[in-house]
Nanobody, 122 residues
Framework: QVRLEESGGGLVQAGGSLRLSCAASGRTFSSYTMGWFRQAPGKEREFVAAITWDGEVTKYSDAVKGRFTISRERGANTVHLEMNSLKPEDTAIYYC???????????????WGQGTQVTVSS
C-alpha cells in the first residue's frame, strides 16, 4: 500500500519554529517533485512549498517565503519543511504530496496522507 505520512506538527508560540517531515512508503517518490500544502479551518487547501527531485529548484508561496525552507536528500523518500518565525495565520493541517513545480498543484488530487496539525498561538 502506498502511503504518505507527515509528522512533526505541534503547538508553538508565535515566533517559534517547527520542522515537519514527510515519509513515503510502498513506493519511491525520489524522482518526483514533492510539495507541502496546508488547510486552515474553513479554508481551501493551499500551496506552501515545493522541491524538485534533485533539490535544485524550490518554490514557496508568498505567505511563507523567507520563513520556511523545504529540503530533501537526493534519492531519499523523505521531505522536510523547516518553519521559522511562525505566525498564528500559519495554523493549519500540513500535508505533503507529489506536485508540479510548474503549476504548483498536486500531481494527483486524491493522494494525501493524514497530515500533521500545526497550531501557532499568539
Amino acid at each position: 500500500q502506498v502511503r504518505l505520512e507527515e509528522s512533526g506538527g505541534g503547538l508553538v508560540q508565535a515566533g517559534g519554529s517547527l520542522r515537519l517531515s514527510c515519509a513515503a512508503s510502498g513506493r519511491t517518490f525520489s524522482s518526483y517533485t514533492m510539495g507541502w500544502f496546508r488547510q486552515a479551518p474553513g479554508k481551501e487547501r493551499e500551496f506552501v512549498a515545493a522541491i524538485t527531485w534533485d533539490g535544485e529548484v524550490t518554490k514557496y508561496s508568498d505567505a511563507v517565503k523567507g520563513r520556511f525552507t523545504i529540503s530533501r536528500e537526493r534519492g531519499a523518500n523523505t521531505v522536510h519543511l523547516e518553519m521559522n518565525s511562525l505566525k498564528p495565520e500559519d495554523t493549519a493541517i500540513y500535508y505533503c504530496t507529489p506536485a508540479s513545480i510548474i503549476t504548483l498543484e498536486p500531481q494527483w488530487s486524491d493522494f494525501w496522507g493524514q497530515g500533521t496539525q500545526v497550531t501557532v498561538s499568539s
